[in-house]
C-alpha cells in the first residue's frame, strides 16, 4: 500500500487539519501502518482519544469508517453477516404458492445475497466508493477470546467464509485499527501481526492544543487552568483519572456557565462533567480541589516564568 503521506512531520500536520492533535510516536505508527498495510492496535486508558484515532484517519482520507464495536458474547456470525430470515420466507412461501418442486432452485433463492444482511467485517471486505475502508475494531478486550481468535484469522488474509456462498476476499485490505482498553490482555498472536502503540494521557502543551482545536469558545487563560488542573489531578488515587473526552466536557461546561477562571465552589459544582464516579468526586470536593487547584496555578506561574526566562 502507498502511504498518502510524505513524512511523519506530514502526518501530524494533516492530522491537525482535521482536529486531531498528535503525538511523532503515534504518527510514526499511522505512517508506517498505512505504507506496510499492517493493521493499528492502540491500548490506553478510556477517554484518552484512541477511537478518534480510526476517525480522524477515515476523515483524512476520505474512506468509509466501518466500526465494530466489540462486547461480551460476540460471535462471528454477529461481527460478519447474518441473513434476512423474514425475506427468505417470503421466498419460501413464494415458491409453495407457485408449486416449485427443485429444492436446488429454492434454496439458491433463498440464500441469494439479496437476503444476506452484512455486518462490519463483512463490509469490509467488500468494494468500497473512494478505495478501502477504515475498519475500527474498538474495545476488543470486553469480547471473548474464542472471538478474537476468529478475528486473527480474519486479518490474516483479509477474507471471510459464508457456508452458503463461499469466500468473500477483500480486493484491496481495508485499514484496521483495533483499540483495547485493556481490561484483559489481547492474546500475542494478534498482537504480532500489529503496529502498537500506547496512547497515553496528553502533556499539558498538547492538552492546550486539543482544547483550543476542540473546545475553540473557552478562553485561553480559562484553558490553562483546565489544563494545568488536570494534569494535577491525573496524579491523584482515583478510581478513574480523566482523559482527553472529559476534559472537553468539562471545559465545555464551564463556559456554558459563563465561567472565566477556576474557583473552588466552579469546581465542586462541575465535577459531574469531570469524573464519574461518586467515590471520586467525593474525594476531589471542597479542599481537596482547592488544594490542586493552588498546585495547579503554581505549576502555571513556574512555566510563565521559564517563558520569560528563555525569552
Not at 407457485?98 to 437476503?115: L, M, N
Amino acid at each position: 500500500m502507498t502511504a498518502p503521506f510524505a513524512t511523519i512531520d506530514d502526518v501530524q500536520t494533516r492530522l491537525a487539519e482535521v482536529d486531531y492533535v498528535c503525538g511523532r510516536g503515534l504518527a510514526t505508527v499511522i505512517f508506517l501502518a498505512l505504507k506496510l498495510g499492517r493493521p493499528i492496535f492502540l491500548e490506553g486508558e478510556a477517554g484518552v482519544g484512541k477511537t478518534e484515532v480510526a476517525k480522524a484517519i477515515a476523515a483524512l482520507l476520505g474512506r468509509r469508517l466501518i466500526r465494530l464495536q466489540c462486547y461480551e458474547g460476540l460471535d462471528a456470525s454477529s461481527a460478519v453477516y447474518e441473513w434476512n430470515y423474514a425475506a427468505q420466507m417470503m421466498e419460501i412461501r413464494l415458491a409453495e404458492a407457485t408449486g416449485q418442486a427443485d429444492r436446488d432452485a429454492i434454496a439458491a433463492d433463498v440464500f441469494a445475497e439479496k437476503h444476506l444482511i452484512a455486518r462490519p467485517l463483512l463490509e469490509a471486505m467488500q468494494p468500497q466508493e473512494g478505495g478501502p475502508p477504515v475498519l475500527l475494531i474498538d474495545e476488543l478486550d470486553r469480547a471473548d477470546e474464542p472471538f478474537e481468535a476468529f478475528l486473527l484469522e480474519a486479518l490474516s488474509d483479509f477474507q471471510v467464509t459464508i457456508p452458503e456462498i463461499g469466500v468473500v476476499k477483500a480486493p484491496a485490505p481495508p485499514v484496521v485499527v483495533i483499540t483495547s482498553n485493556r481490561t484483559r490482555e489481547v492474546h500475542d498472536a494478534l498482537r504480532r501481526r500489529c503496529l502498537y502503540h500506547w496512547v497515553d494521557y496528553p502533556d499539558f502543551d498538547r492538552e492546550m492544543t486539543i482544547l483550543a482545536a476542540k473546545a475553540p469558545e473557552a478562553s485561553e487563560t480559562l484553558s490553562r487552568e483546565v489544563a494545568a488542573f488536570i494534569r494535577r489531578l491525573r496524579d491523584e488515587d482515583l478510581f478513574k483519572s480523566p482523559g482527553v473526552a472529559e476534559t472537553l466536557d468539562w471545559a465545555r461546561a464551564l463556559v456554558a456557565l459563563d465561567a472565566v477562571a477556576l474557583d473552588p465552589q466552579t469546581i465542586s459544582d462541575t465535577l459531574g462533567a469531570l469524573l464519574k464516579y461518586q467515590d471520586d468526586i467525593a474525594r476531589i470536593q471542597g479542599s481537596e480541589a482547592t488544594k490542586i487547584l493552588d498546585e495547579a496555578r503554581e505549576d502555571l506561574a513556574g512555566r510563565s516564568t521559564e517563558a520569560k526566562g528563555r525569552a
